[in-house]
């Protein structure tokens, strides 16, 4: 942690973790307030009585709330390179990273740089500290999730990015548009979507990732040529190898579920706590009791707050 700023950075308002909304994410609230545009409480209250069982963040509806007050957004394939000139131009940006415990991914803000330390600075919500991260390891977790980036400016600073090429801007944006619909039971629309974006830009690993992973909903085969398809693109891309996974597992094809969650785990073996439980009951029914009992211990380590930690603890003592 640094306590204080340093070069190329961008202070942003502090906004406490308990203002995290289903409708609002906390990096587009920040990112919001830091523009000057303050999002009314009792509008995004309205927007999230659509989704009364969901507990993470529809971050389509964070952008439309945001768009609806001023801002103009851009969801595209980022790079250091466009992040650090971003920075300098006075513009944070969002990135999705791996998550760690039961998260199996997250949005951070990155709001400057270090240069002489090569390090990339991101926005904790607590007062005066950052996150400082060496760029090596930034961009290897930043490129599991294929670096989308987000950015949010004022409609009149939009010249900034109309005559950049921003590759996946429109398909990383039906995705986001996608993944509402399907949390809002509109599967078919979802997938009428997805099939734009596939026309539009069919070398984004996460159309056809979120294709599949609605095709695995629908326990349709289909499913692993969409998640193979995405591997295809992005070989470092968890999420294709996970579902891989979550599907064989799903049709008792243990040695395959098995092979695609280490897969996964060879990937980041420290980014999703459950999906060494996951593994570790294929392992069991492939009879392989020792590798299942190293999984059970490291879902508990890497899954502090897990609710069945009882019942795991007993699992272990009888392998």
């Known amino acids: 942690m640094y306590s204080q700023p340093q070069e190329h950075f961008i202070t942003l308002p502090l906004v406490s973790l308990e203002k995290d909304n289903v409708c609002l994410p906390l990096v587009v609230n920040v990112v919001s307030k830091y523009w000057g545009e303050e999002i009314p409480e009792d509008e995004i209250m309205e927007s999230a009585k659509k989704y009364p069982q969901i507990k993470g963040s529809i971050m389509m509806e964070g952008i439309e709330l945001a768009e609806r007050h001023g801002l103009a957004s851009y969801i595209y394939r980022g790079s250091l390179q466009d992040i650090k000139t971003r920075i300098d131009q006075g513009i944070p940006t969002i990135v999705i990273l791996p998550g760690i415990y039961d998260t199996v991914q997250y949005a951070s803000i990155v709001a400057g740089y270090n240069s002489e330390e090569r390090r990339i600075l ?16 930034f961009e290897d977790d930043w490129e599991q999730d294929d670096r989308v980036t987000l950015n949010f400016v004022p409609k009149d600073m939009s010249d900034l990015f109309s005559n ?30 997805l099939r734009i974006a596939v026309k539009a830009e069919d070398d984004n690993p996460q159309v ?112």
Request: charged share 25%; with cysteine; proline share 5%.
């Open 164 to 193: 950049a090429n921003l590759k996946f801007n429109l398909s990383n944006r039906i995705c986001f548009q996608a993944e509402k619909l399907r949390m809002q039971g509109k599967i078919n629309q979802a997938l009428e979507q």
């Open 122 to 137: 991101t926005y904790v919500p607590e007062p005066d500290t950052i996150a400082a991260i060496p760029e090596s390891k």
């Open 208 to 319: 056809w990732c979120l294709l599949a992973a609605i095709h695995n909903d629908l326990n349709l085969k289909e499913a692993t040529q969409y998640y193979e398809r995405a591997i295809e693109i992005n070989p470092r891309y968890y999420l294709g190898y996970r579902g891989l996974g979550n599907y064989y597992i799903k049709r008792k094809d243990y040695p395959s579920a098995e092979f695609y969650y280490t897969k996964a785990i060879n990937v980041n073996p420290n980014r999703f706590g459950p999906i060494y439980k996951n593994r570790a009951l294929a392992r069991i029914e492939l009879r392989d009791n020792f590798g299942a009992k190293e999984d059970l211990l490291h879902y508990l380590t890497q899954t502090p707050n897990a609710t069945d930690r009882k019942t795991i603890e007993d699992a272990i003592q009888q392998l």
